[in-house]
């Protein structure tokens, strides 16, 4: 964590940065190892200036294990308690260390929220901030691609022993269950809700399980999206299934989409600009008179399941060793299937990428 401290220091001084307020959940992970017990909730902030570190939160969070990991990067811990809130401990710091401008988090900061700081501080400069922490930690460590690996290895287990479970007149719902269940069981938690999509329903890319309602009948194809969080490092992949033997249009598509998805892969090796990356599976589908897919390429994964960088003609990021992104190009044929094969894969240099995901791609027939 102290190295990940650095480096932001470093990036404040190199951009002049005198103050910043760090407000951002996985960031704050990142940086402290603190975990609260929902992203969406703000449960610590993280300021660091020029001179110190200091880390905000209530005593409901205190433990031996905060203090030790606060002390390892040498933060000092300000609890957030009736008559000194948040805003009344960063008024007091400005005041000691004489900060004429503080910089914030604007992708995670509310409007709401930069009103009322806005107003508090006064003549403080309060403005955002040029330094990216999700750009930090879209370069994974050693320890962080191991992590992940874990994560799409016991993903790779979830399918192979709860794929056999699948039989005519299960819903998607019940599908779904057993892989949470399972995930559970394990001691580990999911990355997302699962997606369980089967016939008509595949050709929605981001169908909600949760409210469906399908059946699995003889010959239907069943698309499964999953992901395991190990350790908070997460994996995704997603798989087709077949019960019986599908329609000719169908293997044709899974046919080309695989190789679709193979090329795209071969192409990170040495590819490195995401938009060219992304434009390699919508040429193959266009070639083969498949439609194209409207979602990005791939993303990029780690402490969240779509983080940088992504791979999409959109992109402004260059591919460099450490990055782990998904490969997932799909095709949809409205009222009939879905088809998306997606791994989760580590580019390891400068000329090699390692796959992590290791589940078959060969079509799979039940």
């Known amino acids: 964590m102290l190295k990940r401290i650095e480096q932001v220091r470093k990036l404040m001084k ?26 969406t909730e703000r449960e610590g902030f993280l300021f660091i200036t020029d001179k ?61 929220e930069y009103e009322r700081i806005v107003t508090t501080l006064g003549s403080i400069s309060f403005k955002s901030s040029q330094i990216h ?7 994974k460590t050693t320890e962080e691609v191991e992590l992940i690996r874990e994560a799409c290895l016991q993903s790779d287990k979830c399918l192979r022993e709860i794929s056999p479970l699948i039989r005519v007149g299960m819903t998607e719902r019940e599908l779904a269950f057993k892989m949470e269940m399972w ?3 394990k001691g580990f938690a999911l990355s997302f809700d699962p997606i369980v999509a089967c016939d008509e329903n595949s050709a929605i890319a981001h169908y909600d399980t949760r409210s469906g309602n399908g059946v699995f009948k003889k010959e239907s194809v069943i698309l499964i999206d999953f992901g395991i969080s190990y ?36 192409s990170l090796k040495m590819e490195r600009d995401p938009k060219v990356v992304d434009k390699i599976p ?25 983080e940088f960088p992504k791979l999409s003609i959109y992109a402004p990021d260059i591919l460099q060793t450490g990055h782990i992104v998904t490969v997932e190009p799909g095709v949809y044929i409205s009222g009939k299937f879905g088809i998306r094969i997606e791994d989760t894969v580590h580019i390891s240099s400068s000329s090699e990428i390692d796959i992590l995901t290791q589940t078959s791609k060969e079509m799979a027939i039940l």
């Open 14 to 39: 190199e951009k002049h940065t005198v103050s910043f307020l760090i407000s951002n959940h996985f960031n704050i992970f990142y940086l402290t190892g603190f975990i609260g017990l929902a992203p």
């Open 52 to 112: 110190s570190i200091y880390f905000f939160t209530d005593n409901r969070y205190l433990s031996k294990d905060l203090n030790n990991k606060l002390k390892n990067i040498g933060a000092i811990l300000k609890l957030i308690e009736p008559g000194n809130s948040l805003l009344d401990h960063l008024k007091n710091i400005i005041k000691i260390e004489n900060i004429l401008e503080v910089e914030f988090e604007s992708s995670d900061l509310t409007y709401a």
């Open 133 to 139: 922490i999700q750009s930090i930690r879209a370069i």
């Open 183 to 185: 995930i559970k069981e």
């Open 231 to 266: 350790k908070h490092y997460l994996s995704d992949i997603t798989r087709m299934y077949s019960i019986g033997k599908p329609s000719d249009e169908y293997i044709y598509a899974y046919e080309t989409l695989l190789r679709a998805q193979l090329e795209t892969l071969n």
């Open 282 to 306: 919508r040429a193959v589908l266009e070639h083969s008179g498949l439609p194209n897919f409207a979602h990005s390429t791939g993303h990029g994964v780690g402490l969240e399941i779509h």
